[in-house]
Every structure is written in C-alpha cells, then in structure tokens.
C-alpha cells in the first residue's frame, strides 16, 4: 500500500512541475473551481509520513485568489470595451460611413441601428451590416436644417 500513496502523490508533483515550467497558456483556462479540485485531490493523496508544508498550502490558496481576482477583472475589462463601442457605435446613427460588410464588400451609406453580436458593435447600413472595426470612412451628421 505504500507504494500506491508515492506513485500518487509523484504524479501531480510531477504534473505541477511540468505545468509550471512550461503551458501557462494552459494555466489561463483552469477555472478557481477546477484548482480548488486539484488542490483537494493533492491534499487527500499526500504521504501521511511527509505530508504538504502549510506554506506551500497557503501559496496555493493564494495563487487561487490571483486566479480568480484575473478572471473577474478580465471579465469587467471585456463588458467595458463592449460598452465603450456600443456608445461610440450609437453615435453614428444617422452619419454617413463607408465600410466592409462580413463577406469584404465595401458598403456606402447612413447608419440606421446598432446592435452588439459576439461583443461587437454591429452598424445597419441599408440592407447590410458593418462591424464597428471594419468602419473606413465616417461623414458626419450635418447640423444644417
């Protein structure tokens, strides 16, 4: 039986290091839940012998806190940038723009709506829509009545 506790626990020492030293690409989709996992998993297959070092412990719990507090400010940092090109978007409603529909064709004429699609500004110009990114050209709104 003690051969089954070092073989387990080697594993994801072995698997820490390896995560560590290279894929931190792969680090940025483990979710807070998905590290508490690994977390508790590690803890119930420690050597009773040598078990985990309580500031190693408090080193994750805290790289658990980093994880969390970067994917909620990502996520704030996303819903800012789509509101921000929402209201830049809404103010074109009425100006004249030339740009790129989806397919690349080039599309002339006055902004009618915006909506937002996969969080981008989304600009109605007649019969077609343009991206917000793909605008060319913008003519004002003239002020004369």
Do not use: Y
């Amino acid at each position: 039986m003690s051969t089954v506790s070092p073989s387990t626990t080697s594993t994801p020492a072995s698997t820490s290091s390896a995560t560590t030293s290279g894929a931190t690409n792969s680090l940025n989709s483990l979710s807070a839940s998905d590290f508490l996992n690994l977390m508790i998993t590690e803890l119930q297959n420690q050597d009773p012998l040598d078990p985990t070092d309580e500031s190693e412990i408090m080193a994750q719990t805290a790289s658990l806190s980093q994880i969390t507090a970067s994917t909620q400010l990502t996520s704030t940092l996303d819903s800012m940038q789509i509101s921000q090109n929402l209201t830049g978007a809404a103010s074109l409603i009425g100006a004249n723009i030339t740009g790129l529909d989806p397919n690349g064709k080039s599309v002339s004429g006055m902004v009618s709506s915006v909506t937002v699609s996969g969080g981008e500004a989304q600009l109605q110009v007649g019969n077609s829509v343009v991206s917000l990114s793909n605008v060319e050209t913008i003519q004002p709104v003239s002020s004369g009545g």
